[in-house]
């Protein structure tokens, strides 16, 4: 199969090196590879012989078709052996390019090679000389010739490396050509391979190619068919190790010690029967399993996944309601600060029948609301206390603010809970049990109980993701809207359609409604005066352009991130007051945001963003009894950017639209994934569900039978290496 015994002169000519290295050997060690390339190579993270020896071609090139002369086709990929009659330099009639032209000659005729702008060829390649060549084959005035072939010298080594055989293309990186790449690697490879040591677990290995085969075929495959049980190797390696890494985890939970929220039914039935509306069965049935969950004694870690609009706050209420009843504490986190906000001001809203106390916490601005029922009974308004954060921090440590709400302030160092007994977070997924830990410290006695963690997501998580990135959660899902919502009209508005679309913004707005216009930037990219139309529209050009030209007579406001809080705030406010008709903004709107009476959502440039964050957006509109519309601007409808959004029109389902953005784009386009450092091939094998739920069944036996990996210290040791460049958030 791989032929050990000739490692090629390349390979030979440093064999005394070879002694000497291992795995670990710096790059710089080996003699081949001179400064330069070191400096490329660790641009990509190359620092070791591992790691070069795992940087694996994404693609091959198949010259395997080697054939005579006389059988060439126009073309087709094929290599050809033969000796070289003649070799000359030659410019072209303009002089600009240099060509090299080789006469080759095999046993059945003679064929004619050119190399372009190559002169150093004719110093390397001898009439007399044998090579072998591998491309295509085309047709010029003279008859047929080869252009630019690869090709290597066989007048020694019988073995081949870049011709006559599948040829592996690493991805594309300046100045590390796959040619070189090759030729480094191969000797490297030969000498070193039978040093690198099988992590899998031998349960497993039969079903795999072993690790020693694998890495060969996967640089120098034999077939594309080894090249691929080689890619699924390394494919389910990762996944496997992905898969032990959060069933650890969720060991690990399991472990720990919560305090268990005894059920208080009546109060909850009471507090569903008051609400405004009828819970739907799914936002029943949620709320029992995280109900459940609170009353047992072990941290919950539940993941309750519901599109856009489908009433997930107030199932994370119910829950919040029965801990504070058992006299447990709520931290509530929020991705952004108008969110943050909009859920003080709903949550407070839902809960004024209780005496409770509410705090807001975003680091920009604290305020607190206490909660009276006999105000609310005696028609008075319950009052927001502007106090200092100091004063809520005091009021959270000692016991006194049952709620807090907040952003990411609320897991910075100085905020301490009394008895904090769940963690509700908003559109971030996961939060680990030592950053749980540390919101209970300085909680005296109840120190080592790790507070119940309820994580609320509209991202529409695909199954092979559930089982991987989020396999240490406990899913609960809402699969159904609230009843009486109608179906939002989602239309693609090409360029010409524009001024239609903007007539029939102004007709809603003169019927009291409200618009959302989104854009994929803030600010127009620098250097660009003239704005092209590949440019993507810009929050503060648009609002210019909507407010004086298009709508003087509308009230046109913008949102974006670089504004401060207190003006988002303000700006978010008046809209929610209908003092704004038009809201321009950037994706700061994509999540959470509660705005009934808006009922036309349009997206500018809407091929820049996925599928699942523009059904977020679209989700924005349809929250009342008014038809809705959503418009999707294309500026260059290219045939992907239009089946993709063609998609959003079919559908309003996100976990469709999420495994379509998959099909389509890749996992690496759904929202968060790239951030989490997942390795190239896992990443790909996110898309294949039977490879996913092999590695999770397989992590699982052995997690079942060798819990800490000590009969497996490989796999231990590899497990540890690999933990450090994923972060699951
Ligand atoms: P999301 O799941 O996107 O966070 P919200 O919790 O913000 O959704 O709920 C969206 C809107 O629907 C809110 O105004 C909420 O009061 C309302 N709502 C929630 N559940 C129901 C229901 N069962 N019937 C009618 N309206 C509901
Ligand atoms: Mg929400």
């Known amino acids: 199969m791989d032929r050990t015994s000739d490692c090629g002169s390349e390979g030979c000519r440093f064999d005394s090196y070879w002694a000497h290295m291992d795995l670990s050997t710096p790059i710089e060690k080996i003699p081949q590879i001179r400064v330069i390339y070191q400096k490329r190579l660790k641009k990509l993270g190359i620092k070791t012989v591992s790691d070069l020896l795992f940087h694996f071609p994404h693609r091959y090139e198949d010259f395997s078709n080697l054939i005579k002369v006389s059988d060439v086709k126009l073309n087709e990929n094929c290599s050809l052996q033969g000796k070289i009659l003649e070799i000359k330099n030659s410019r072209t009639w303009k002089k600009k390019i240099i060509l090299t032209e080789v006469i080759l000659g095999d046993e059945t005729g003679a064929i004619k090679v050119v190399w372009f702008n190559q002169p150093y060829l004719i110093k390397v ?49 300046e100045g590390l050509s796959s040619r070189w790449l090759r030729y480094i690697l191969k000797p490297i490879l030969i000498k070193l391979r039978k040093k690198i040591p099988e992590i899998l677990p031998e349960e497993i290995t039969p079903r795999f190619l072993p690790i020693q085969t694998a890495i060969w075929q996967i640089h120098f495959p034999d077939s594309l068919h080894l090249a691929k049980a080689a890619k699924k190797r390394f494919s389910f390696e990762e996944l496997f190790l992905i898969e032990l890494l959060v069933l650890k985890e969720r060991m690990k939970i399991n472990k720990e010690k919560a305090v268990s929220i005894p059920l208080n039914l009546k109060m909850v039935k009471d507090f569903v029967k008051k609400l405004s509306f009828t819970l739907t069965n799914s936002q029943k049935k949620s709320a029992w399993q995280i109900l459940k969950d609170l009353q047992k004694s072990r941290p919950m870690n539940r993941l309750l996944e519901g599109d856009v609009g489908s009433g997930k706050t107030v199932v994370a209420v119910i829950a919040a309601l029965n801990v504070i009843k058992g006299s447990g504490q709520v931290a509530f986190m929020a991705p952004t600060e108008i969110l943050a906000k909009q859920h003080f001001q709903e949550v407070s809203k839902l809960l004024k029948d209780f005496h409770f106390n509410i705090g807001l916490l975003t680091g920009k601005e604290d305020k607190m609301i206490q909660l009276s029922p006999y105000r609310e009974r005696a028609g008075l308004k319950n009052e927001v206390l502007e106090i200092s954060r100091r004063k809520i921090l005091e009021k959270v440590f000692k016991g006194e603010i049952d709620l807090l709400i907040g952003t990411h302030a609320l897991i910075q160092d100085k905020v301490k809970f009394k008895n904090l007994a769940l963690v509700i977070l908003d ?4 939060f680990g ?53 109608k179906k939002i009209k989602t239309s693609v508005i090409s360029p010409s359609q524009r001024e239609k679309a903007y007539h029939f913004i102004k007709k809603e707005v003169k019927k009291g409604r409200q618009i959302f216009v989104i854009c994929p930037r803030i600010e127009p990219q620098e250097n660009s005066e003239i704005l092209s139309w590949a440019e993507a529209k810009a929050v503060k050009i648009e609002y ?60 500018e440039g809407a091929e820049r963003f996925g599928l699942s964050q523009l059904h977020q957006f679209r989700g924005r509109v349809g929250r009342s009894k008014y038809q809705s519309f959503c418009f999707l601007f294309t500026e260059s409808p290219t045939k992907k950017t239009n089946l993709r959004l063609k998609a959003l029109l079919d559908s309003e389902d996100g976990f469709q639209l999420a495994e379509k953005d998959l099909e389509i784009r890749g996992p690496g386009d759904l929202m968060g994934v790239r951030q989490w450092g997942i390795p190239d091939l896992a990443m790909a094998a996110l898309k294949d569900i039977f490879l996913v739920e092999k590695a999770r069944k397989a992590a699982k036996e052995i997690l079942e039978k060798d819990p800490e990996l000590k009969k497996n210290l490989l796999l231990r040791e590899r497990l540890k290496e690999f933990q450090t460049g994923i972060h699951l958030e």
């Open 125 to 173: 390649l001898k009439p007399g000389d044998f090579i072998s060549l591998a491309g295509k084959v085309v047709l010029g005035e003279k008859g047929l010739y080869f252009s630019n072939p690869a090709y290597e010298k066989i007048n020694l080594k019988p073995e081949l490396t870049h011709t006559g055989r599948i040829v592996p293309v690493y991805p594309e990186t």
């Open 427 to 430: 559109e971030q997924h996961r």
């Open 433 to 485: 049990v030592e950053q749980r830990a540390r919101l209970c410290q300085g909680s005296g006695g109840q120190a080592k109980l790790i507070p119940h963690l309820l994580s609320m997501t509209a991202t529409p998580i695909p199954r092979t993701l559930a089982l991987t990135i989020y396999g240490d959660l406990d899913l609960s899902l809402i699969t159904e809207l609230p009843k009486g919502r």
């Open 544 to 603: 210019g352009k909507l407010s004086k030209d298009i709508f003087p007579d509308l009230k046109v406001e913008m949102l974006h991130g670089k504004m401060t809080a207190k003006e988002k705030e303000n700006v978010m406010k008046k809209f929610k007051e209908k003092k704004i008709d038009i809201l321009v903004s950037t994706s700061v709107v994509e999540v959470g945001i509660d705005v009934p009476n808006a009922t036309l959502m349009m997206i």
